[in-house]
């Protein structure tokens, strides 16, 4: 859904899977009702291995990654790897999508996956008011635009809808 929302805009988008390869890709495409032969125009897919992901990156670039593997359990070297693509790009930008286990509150790689994101996203399940829900929370946002909203730890509820379309339920708040 990032990837069909920013093509087109003058920018070059490049998703790239390191679980999944073309055939799942169109099994993932049908369901949005997306014209694939030009949606493969706008958007350049392709896999990558845990060894060389910056590799794939592309400098100038909208780089979509999902999502980025601890090499053999080794979730320390996260942090290094996304140093790495930071380092490969430019004026581009980087979606990095991680693993996070349930009730933990970063991703797998800790608060050294923290490190170098210029926004970071958590997304889970609350019970709330005896009901479950799906929350996203920022816990670092850097560099924001308006200096006199600090908008870490704000969260918001969402719905997902087909397993790709999410819909933001009500307003970012603090806790």
Known sequence: N????NSGNGKQVRYVSSEFGAAELRDRLEPMEINIPQWLKNVEFGQFMRNNLQDVIMPEAINI???MEASEGKYYLVAEQIKNVYQKLTTGIALICLQKKRGQEYARGAELSAEKARLYITLGREEIDKE?????????????AIKEVNPNGFRCEYKLGGGFFFKRVGDWRPK
Do not use: G, S
Request: charged share 20%.
């Open 2 to 5: 990032f990837a069909t929302q």
């Open 65 to 67: 990654i999902d999502y």
């Open 132 to 144: 479950w829900k799906n929350i996203a929370t920022i816990l670092h946002c850097k560099n924001r």
